[in-house]
């Protein structure tokens, strides 16, 4: 059976430190490559080492339903090829697709290697100041108003009751109306962290009450942002 390497990409794109050079071996060692974004996949893999010869790998896209790739990806690891995984942005399975064939590597009894790169999750709760030690990634909150607010007081109840940190995601152009309705809806002191652009030189990440966010908002709109919360 051929390895399964998970390669991390970067957040930013001119953020070329992020990548360990080790990753770099580890993408040489594989044939085939399966990617979120193949324009996006080659654009990086050049970026990090300009003689990689793009075309001499095997290209497939994860497509929307992941599991329509998996008899593809099962039969290059049968045919004992090391295979790498790449998301558009961050950590292949983490908050981006890979899961499903990562599971079925498993399943199939090969050796899946997850390699060190950036994750906005982990990222952003490092420098936030809330628990570290209990905390829960949410992914996206619902869009209907109505639902969100609610689902927005549970994980605030959430948070109160076990001391943890939530954390949660959304579409680039909704960040504002979504900052909004948490500063509507939370408690005034509930502490609401925003990682924005995280490992761009321009990079921001601040922890504020509720309150004190009522003051100074920032302008959110189609930028890659990332919200923490803890009552």
């Known amino acids: 059976m051929g390895t399964v390497y998970l390669i991390p990409s970067f957040l ?3 953020a070329v430190e992020t990548i ?3 990753v770099l071996e580890a993408i040489k060692n594989c044939s085939v490559i399966f990617a979120e974004n193949e324009r996006t996949s080659r654009r990086f893999l050049k ?6 010869v793009i075309d001499d790998f ?7 339903k992941e599991e329509d790739t998996l008899s593809v990806f099962k039969n290059a690891l049968v045919q004992q090829k090391n295979v790498a995984i790449i998301s558009e942005a961050g950590c292949p399975g983490v908050a981006d697709p890979g899961q499903l064939l990562v599971s079925s590597a498993q ?3 090969c050796i899946v290697k997850p390699f060190v790169g950036p994750s906005s999750i982990l990222l ?4 936030s100041g809330m628990n570290g030690q209990q905390f829960e990634f949410v992914g996206y909150l619902p869009i209907d108003n109505a639902q969100r607010a609610k689902k927005i ?3 605030e109840l959430s948070s109160a009751k076990s001391n943890s940190t939530k954390i949660f995601i ?3 152009y909704r960040n504002n109306r979504l900052l909004d309705q948490l500063l509507l809806t939370c408690h005034s002191k509930t502490k609401i962290c925003i990682g924005l652009r995280i490992t761009a030189p321009n990079e921001f990440i601040k922890t504020k009450t509720v309150a004190d966010w009522k003051k100074q908002k920032p302008e959110l709109h189609k930028l890659p942002v990332i919200f923490l919360l803890q009552a």
């Open 58 to 64: 095997e290209w497939f896209t994860i497509q929307k």
């Open 124 to 127: 952003a709760l490092m420098a």
């Open 107 to 109: 399943e199939m009894g």
């Open 12 to 14: 930013a794109d001119d």
């Open 153 to 155: 007081k549970e994980l």
């Open 47 to 52: 970026s990090i080492d300009k003689s990689i």
């Open 20 to 22: 360990p050079a080790y």
């Open 170 to 172: 959304e579409t680039p």
